[in-house]
């Protein structure tokens, strides 16, 4: 029987049915109960489809059975670094690394980990380790070197790798350790080498001038520009400025990476769009992002009747709602710059808006995850889609839950629970993905209530009236700062309440526990609303 069942799972696997998997190791479990082996390998299947709270249970169970067994101590590890729990995950690196100091892959993940803690100095001082482990290899040690430079600069990198004692012994270290030693002395001098650099740096070398806007905008005025759409990149003469991807300055160090010039082409031998003149606004198919960062930039150049015939770079394939936004406002679409995904334009003169103040970095690079929002910003929005940006409009009455059954991430997985209780306390359910910008604009105008899981629906509150109130569902983690910014400019009452992570689509995003589908406890929820809502009776 169990070679029969062996065989079952090993093709389960294979094919990709993990629910298949999962449920023949739990016979297993069933024939073999003291055996910890089928835990840990259900805490596998469990993983790989991102379930990261069940594969913790079984590992847990795992590790009363065999305690000593050191592969469950590193996948326990991984999975609470994977939710967040990184106190409980660092506990776990402590001890294995106290009982075997050379494991590369627990140093690895404490890397990981300081990472996002954005404890770059500890970070770096692990990646050195790395680079000086003995079974570090060429592929790694690439990878290890760029991160070293990333986090601390070239300047102080090149002292680092003056002073790296190379332990290795394996095939093309010695060449790979030259390179960079040499990329980091004379090889910053070449034109194979980009410079990652804020606004402010390229204005010291006359590579771009800054012209006031407004309070919150300025103009970028650049001659000579490389513009890499896909990845929303401006370059001129090897500077990329980091500080366009959102249209945000940001003020951290200058000194943050010299990079290979992979991006657009060693040497510039690359296929360009030649263009004369050009607006940089970019864009994506994020729906905040877009309403928030990027079309306003626009709309307040037109708005000044400011480089009104000028051609425009967008993103390409324009989703349905940047045109309907687009349209809204009266863009002129034969002005629009059409990229076939990967080209590159170079503009003769590029312009280009940015906000200030900025956004806090990570790594040296903006934090996409926490957005600037100003009050510009919000009045333009409300002024161009409402008709007016005063705050006299009277409080609509309607009471929303902003469902997110049809998305590919971040979902309720509990949502038919808490449709059910919304829809009891007179909640109507809505699917803002399926409105049209204007439909979406009017349904939160008429809403003094909105309830639902955080998401870009949200950025519809700015069209609600003061007094209004929102309440988001997030997950177990710090809940992003974009719509509690809005309530608070636009006098909206903002709240919210932890859901548990229940699984992570690691797939799509790596693994980040921001976009987990969650699960929230809807007794806790009840009790909430019922503050949130003083009618709540769901």
Avoid at 198 to 218: A, G, T, V
Avoid at 393 to 419: C, H, I, M, Q, T
Wanted: with cysteine; glycine share 6%.
């Amino acid at each position: 029987m169990k070679n029969k069942l062996s065989m079952e799972y090993v093709a389960a696997a294979r094919s990709g049915d993990f629910e298949r998997a999962k449920r023949i190791l739990k016979i297993f479990v069933a024939l073999e109960p003291d055996a910890a082996k089928y835990h840990i390998h259900i805490s596998g299947v469990c993983s790989e489809e991102g379930e990261f709270a069940e594969a913790i249970e079984s590992l847990n169970r795992a590790k009363i059975l065999d305690p000593d067994d050191g592969s469950l101590h590193l996948a326990l590890a991984c999975c609470y670094e994977a939710v967040g729990r990184t106190g409980l995950a660092e506990e776990i690196i402590k001890k294995e690394l106290a009982r075997n100091p050379d494991s590369f892959i627990f140093r690895q993940l404490s890397l990981l980990i300081s990472m996002k803690s954005d404890d770059n100095e500890r970070a770096a001082d692990i990646v050195k380790e790395l680079l000086e482990h003995p079974e570090i290899d060429e592929r790694k040690f690439a990878e290890s070197a760029n991160l070293l430079i990333s986090l601390i600069g070239p300047s102080v990198a090149r002292q680092r790798f003056h002073d790296l004692s190379v332990k290795s012994t394996k095939e093309n270290i010695d060449r790979i350790s030259a390179y960079y030693k040499h990329l980091l002395t004379e090889g910053v001098k070449s034109s194979e080498i980009v410079k990652v650099c804020r606004i402010e740096d390229m204005e010291q070398e006359n590579l771009c001038h800054r012209l006031p806007l407004s309070q919150y905008r300025k103009i970028l005025h650049m001659h000579d520009a490389y513009v890499g759409i896909s990845s929303q990149s401006v370059m001129a003469k090897n500077r990329m400025c980091r500080d366009l991807g959102y249209h945000i300055e940001i003020n951290s160090s200058s000194d943050i990476a010299n990079l290979p010039n992979t991006r657009f082409g060693t040497k510039k031998n690359f296929d360009a769009i030649e263009v004369d003149e050009a607006i940089f606004i970019g864009g994506g198919r994020n729906y905040y992002h877009w309403m928030v960062d990027y079309l306003p930039g626009l709309g307040l150049l037109e708005k000044n009747g400011i480089l009104r015939n000028v051609p425009v770079i967008f993103n390409s394939d324009l989703t349905s709602f940047q045109k309907q936004s687009l349209e809204h406002i009266g863009f002129d679409f034969s002005r629009y710059l059409d990229p076939v995904q990967g080209n590159v334009f170079h503009c003769s003169q590029l312009w280009a808006t940015v906000r200030v103040p900025g956004r806090r970095a990570i790594m040296g690079m903006p934090d996409w995850w926490q957005s600037e929002v100003d009050i510009e910003t919000l009045s333009w929005l409300r002024e161009t889609f409402l008709g007016t940006s005063d705050d006299s409009r009277p409080k609509g009455e309607r009471k929303l839950y902003l469902s997110r059954g049809n998305a590919s991430l971040r979902r309720l997985l509990n949502d038919g629970d808490v449709v059910e209780l919304m829809m009891a306390a007179g909640y109507e359910i809505v699917h803002p993905e399926q409105l049209s910008v204007a439909e979406q604009v009017s349904l939160f105008a008429e809403a003094s209530h909105v309830v639902g899981v955080h998401g870009a629906a949200f950025t519809n509150i700015a069209f609600m009236s003061p007094g209004s109130k929102i309440f988001e569902i997030v997950g177990e983690f710090k809940p992003p700062e974009f719509y509690k910014k809005i309530a608070g400019i636009l006098g909206l009452s903002h709240d919210f309440i932890e859901a548990r992570i229940g699984k992570i689509h690691k797939k799509q995003f790596s693994v980040d526990p921001r976009f987990g589908d969650i699960s929230v406890d809807i007794s806790q929820l009840r009790k909430r609303l019922s503050i949130f809502d003083g009618s709540f009776r769901g």
